[in-house]
């Protein structure tokens, strides 16, 4: 529950029709996220978000992404930031206001993936994926999130969400930055690819 006054403060991302709002409150336990692409993804069991459902009641809004300490905002591409903000502000000042759940659970019964029987390799992926690429990500308003990793060619896949979802430059991203990164500190990374983009 949501005890404090919140504050929101907006951030642009490198997608242009991405918008990062972030709370001095903790929306989601650190680590985890939910990407929504249409209002009936917020009516599911698994992550049920009456705040998602209700921000897809804006017409501009064409996906919401909830993670730690903020939420990413993917717009129409007919409509424009400028005119939509303040609105989407006081909107959102209001649902904390009112002390509106952002969702029907309580985090604290989400749940909790079990114990790992990663390999060394992929264990080792995880890890650099935490301490170097999750942080730059976030700043961004996305998510990176590892898929698999198939040894025998090399190939690793992530998954992409947030304003890195339909970015222009995720690909660019993902080849010169992560690609570089991943296969210089994990040599049996030879190929980092985004699964569903």
């Known amino acids: 529950m949501l005890t404090s006054t919140v504050t929101i403060y907006t951030e642009s991302t490198p997608n242009p029709h991405s918008m990062k709002f972030v709370f001095n409150v903790e929306l989601l336990p650190e680590g985890m996220s939910f990407d929504y692409t249409q209002p009936a993804d917020g009516l599911t069991k698994e992550k049920n978000s009456p705040l998602a459902v209700a921000l897809f009641g804006f017409e501009f809004v064409r996906r919401v992404f909830i993670t730690n300490n903020f939420i990413t905002l993917t717009k129409t591409e007919n409509a424009a930031w400028e005119d939509e903000l303040f609105g989407i502000k006081q909107y959102l ?24 029987s990663d390999s060394e390799i992929i264990t080792q992926i995880k890890q650099v994926l935490e301490e ?43 080849k010169a930055g992560i690609e570089t990164l991943m296969t210089r500190m994990v040599p049996a990374v030879k190929e980092v690819v985004a699964e569903g983009v």
């Open 132 to 174: 170097y690429v999750k942080p730059a990500v976030e700043s961004d308003g996305g998510a990176i999130t590892f898929h698999s990793f198939d040894e025998s060619t090399g190939q690793m896949k992530v998954l992409l969400q947030g304003s890195c979802s339909g970015c222009p430059s995720s690909q660019m991203t993902l």
């Open 93 to 116: 000042k209001k649902y904390f206001a009112e002390k509106q759940p952002v969702f029907s659970l309580p985090a604290s019964e989400f749940a909790e993936e079990g114990e790992s």
